[in-house]
């Protein structure tokens, strides 16, 4: 039974630590869309989303009304493009034509992202998966609410380097013709390595084909919550610190599942997941670096990093995976550079660097994410830090991806501005040694061992 001393401390959450619901994704199969006409398959795949989001952001608000809970994005995230499209697209223009259609979509239903322009090459390519993969660039320059995603690879199947070559040239000629905005279309496209079929979570989120024809997804966010419970155990043990953290995010969860019961009530569609995951934003208070520092940490990047992290990751998916029926996607920490003002600060300093990052992404949710690099960087240093990446992911068995940002005309040191919840950042050093030839030798890297269950 819900208790007064409870109320009080969850209204506390909302207005001085920055509890809030990050998304609502609506999940779409758009498999009953496809069609062989171009111009019938966008009528088909408007009129479905349309029609079935058409009270996606009306419901949204209500929740948040009559229960004062902040819900901050209502989102879409779609089939595999790449398959919808496959039977209609013949040129790379076509799937940008469908790129078009999302977006207007999108804002038709009053949604801030639509997910799924994505393909999954993760053992070989198809002509429809080139295609769309060659089309991101000029889909992302063609629109402002699309988000883009390729999985090049995982634990069952190995690394399709061909894929990843690819994707080092793709992000390049993103960053290219989005740079009057500071590369802002490389912000909205992300590469992976055993990405899941339900994450919430932009702007890797697609409805994968094993899903139902619609489900409600709900990604909720407390590390402002985290970090102010950690100011009651200070000095404390690591059992009582972890302690602290499953009580914490067992309390965040269960407002997740609330939201998605009740939406899924409210538009007639089925409850999918609740995503654990702590998501920074920009806002001071709302830090994961700041829950690390707080550890005992005198700054993020420092020795034992690492170590807090992976504590931090586990004990949220202890405490939360209780307090849902149902729990999917991402489901720990993110450490997006640009979206966390304290990890700004680390990086401007240099206590945080690419490096270091990529040790972390062992233990947490995802992987390099949102990281500012010089616009010069090769495209082969690109498809580089992407291989290292999903190599982490296969032989780990969890997912990783790679977000980063060539940002054309700009230097290390220099400041890239991207708005919103995407935030800013500082442009980060890079490895200049070359792995081209590396790269160049194409194919694919084998499953690990360890992937023979059967």
Known sequence: MINLNEVIQTNKMFEQENLDVRTITLGLSLLDCIDSDLEKLKANIYNK??????DLLK?????????????INKRI????????????CKTKEDFVEIAVVLDKAAKEVGVNFIGGFTALPAKGMTKAEELLIKAIPQAMASTTNLCSSVNIGSSKTGINMDAVKLMGTVIKETAELTKDN????????????????????MAGAFHGVTEADAVINVGVSGPGVVNQALNEVKGKDFTTLCEQIKKTAFKVTRLGQLVALEASRRLNIPF???????????????SIAEILENMGLERIGAPGTTAALALLNDQVKKGGIMASSSVGGLSGAFIPVSEDHEMINAAKMGALTIEKLEAMTCVCSVGLDMIAIPGDTKASTISGIIADEAAIGMI????????????????VGDMAEF?????YAPIMQVNQYSCEEFINRGGRIPAPIHSFKN
Do not use: H, M, W
Request: with cysteine; proline share 8%.
């Open 77 to 88: 995230s779609l089939t595999p493009i790449a398959l919808v499209g496959a039977a209609a």
């Open 49 to 54: 989303i349309v029609t079935t989001a058409k």
């Open 272 to 286: 999918g997941i609740v995503d654990l995951s702590l998501a920074p934003t920009p806002a001071i208070g709302d």
């Open 59 to 71: 419901v949204g608000k209500e929740i948040e009304k009559e229960y004062g809970i902040p819900i």
């Open 182 to 201: 500071d590369s802002i279309g490389c912000s909205k496209l992300v590469v992976l390595c055993n990405a899941p079929d339900d994450n919430p979570f």
């Open 396 to 411: 780990n068995q969890k997912t990783t991806a790679v977000r980063v940002i060539p940002v054309v005309g700009k230097k």
């Open 419 to 423: 708005g919103g919840l995407l935030g």
